[in-house]
């Protein structure tokens, strides 16, 4: 084992179904909010073990304490309400035509590390390198109805971006060895992410003292998207939004090639960057197999150094069982050792 080519996954697992109904986002928890802090606790240990019993390199907490990848970041800030929600058009409408949002009815503060404690407990179940996931400036303000209205949606992500910056500050002091924000959006809103949405990204990801990622997907695998994925012909948002990355000082990129119509190319305007490729089809149970993994990994390499090269998911796996997220994730290990395996022989 061991090798360059390295294996993990952006950032969720599915729950385990005594902690939240199974196979949809949003759940809300079974456990009474007594025995919750536990429960969460357990939940993440189960998840680092599936993480650990794959063989991933870099690993996560499964993302087992958040509801949502937003709210998960929301839910601290003060001024902004996650019990009490708004519809909203979302996402550029792409998937439907509203969705639940927080609201903003104040001013934003930031209270003091939020997910710090979380990333201690899952330091000391291992001493593989742990990546945390924040949402993206541009990804939240989407997911967030405005009902004070002093800033324009540009102005109200900066200021995002400066408290996303300050738990990013937190969680590599604090050990993280990778933050990555999650801005599915970049591929939604293309002239936005030109005009600000790059610029927030990097406000949130200035000074932090980690390994820096942005993901940038068509959403996760569930049936708003794969539907949305299976008419769709336009797979170019990647030409502008690596472009835009490319340009600044995030170090890593995680993109979805798995599900979609994306050309692995595109990859080439990433050179110099650790590329997270996606390689597993977060809305379907049925596992890739290693050798369909090692496929595009052998593809990528005409783009990007092995050394800077990640098998992983699509997006999050929270929708799918158990079983099948730890095949999956049991296939981007197996499949990274044979393409290393390739390399090893064609060194010697
Ligand atoms: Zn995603």
């Known amino acids: 084992m061991g090798g360059p080519i390295r294996a993990t996954i952006v950032g969720s697992l599915p729950r385990p179904g005594w902690l939240a109904v199974p196979g949809i986002l949003q759940a809300p928890w079974k456990v ?46 003060a001024a902004v309400d996650t019990a009490h929600l708004a519809m909203k058009p979302t996402r550029g409408q792409r998937f439907r035509t509203e969705a639940p949002v927080a609201r903003l009815i104040g001013e934003p503060e930031w209270p003091g590390p939020m997910q710090v404690d979380a990333l201690q407990h899952v330091r ?49 002091e604090a050990g993280a060895a990778v933050v990555q924000f999650d801005e599915p959006c970049f591929n939604i809103y293309l002239e936005q992410a030109r005009d600000w949405g790059v610029a927030a990204l990097e406000r949130a990801s200035a000074g932090v003292g980690a390994t ?68 597993v089809d977060v809305g379907r149970e049925t596992a890739e197999t290693p050798q369909q993994v090692a496929d595009g990994l052998r593809r990528a390499l005409d783009h990007v150094a092995p050394d800077r090269l990640f098998a992983c998911t699509d997006c999050g796996l929270v929708l799918r069982s158990r079983a099948a997220a730890a095949a999956k994730m049991s296939a981007l290990v197996a499949g990274a050792a044979i393409v290393n395996r390739e390399l090893a022989c064609s060194a010697c």
């Open 32 to 77: 009474p909010a007594d025995d919750l802090p536990e429960a969460l606790d357990d939940a993440t240990r189960l998840a680092v073990e599936s993480e650990l019993a794959a063989g991933l390199d870099v690993v996560t907490d499964g993302e087992q304490r958040r509801r949502h990848y937003v709210w998960g970041f929301l839910d601290g800030i």
């Open 212 to 279: 820096t990622g942005v993901h940038i997907c068509y959403g996760y695998g569930g049936s708003e998207v794969t539907d949305w994925k299976a008419i769709n012909r336009d797979w170019s948002h990647y030409e502008q939004s690596l472009a835009l990355v490319a340009r600044t000082a995030i170090d890593q990129v995680s993109i979805e090639t798995a599900a979609v119509g994306v050309d692995i190319g595109v990859i080439e305007l990433l050179r110099g960057k650790d590329v997270l490729l996606g390689l």
């Open 124 to 172: 000391a179940l291992t001493d593989r390198p742990v990546k945390v996931t924040l949402p993206g400036p541009m990804t939240l303000v989407d997911s967030l109805q405005d009902e004070v209205g002093r800033h324009s949606t540009a102005d109200l992500a900066m200021v995002f971006a400066d408290l996303l910056n300050r738990e990013a500050r937190a969680l590599a």
